[in-house]
Each structure stands twice: as C-alpha cells, then as structure tokens.
C-alpha cells in the first residue's frame, strides 16, 4: 500500500519559518520526483516546488530564495523548509509522489 502524508504545518507569523514533512512508505522512493503544491482558499492548486530522483530541484517563482526542498531517501522523506512566510503563503500544503500519489495536505497559516 502506498501512503504519503504530510506534517509540520501550524500557524506562524508574518516573517516565520516552518519545516513541513512528507512522508511516503511503499515505493521504491528514490526513484520518484517529490512535488509540493498548495491550495490557498477559494483558489486553485499552486505547484511550489519539486525535487528529482537525481536531486536537482525546481520552484515556483514566489518561492525561490525562500523556501528549499530537500530529500533524504534512507528515510523516505522529502521537506519543505519555508523562510520569510507571507500571509500569501497561508494554503494547504500537499505532497506528491510522482504526481500520482498525493497526501491528505497540512494547513499553514500565516497571520499576525
């Protein structure tokens, strides 16, 4: 059974920082690409950043210089390190395996 499921989200203030989780048991994980994407309220889904097999990475143009996506494959885990939060930046955050596998999402809240 493949399960990805994501954790770290809560609310931070204007300027914070947060480390959010992804989680993911049966796949052979290191030969996945990892996705971060997010749902802000009333809108639709933002693709935020992702991290290759070979670990090049991408991200969205509002995230670069802020946020870094990491992977540590011997522990199946991918992360999303997220500086200089903006209340833009309040959404659901999901993780992906390949595109195709997708956890339930983590809230972050950013709010003073």
């Known amino acids: 059974v493949q399960l990805v499921e994501e954790s770290g989200g809560g609310l931070v203030q204007p300027g914070g920082s947060l480390r959010l989780s992804c989680a993911a048991s049966g796949f052979t994980f290191s030969v996945y690409a990892v996705t971060w994407a997010r749902q802000a309220p009333g809108k639709g889904l933002e693709w935020v950043s992702s991290?290759?097999?070979?670990?090049?990475?991408n991200y969205g143009d509002s995230m670069k210089g802020r946020f870094t996506i990491s992977r540590d494959n011997a522990k199946n885990m991918v992360y999303l390190e997220m500086n200089s939060l903006k209340p833009e930046d309040t959404a659901v955050y999901f993780c992906?395996?390949?595109?195709?596998?997708w956890g339930q999402g983590t809230q972050v809240t950013v709010s003073s």
């Open positions: 991290i290759y097999d070979d670990g090049s990475t």
């Open positions: 992906a395996m390949g595109l195709s596998y």
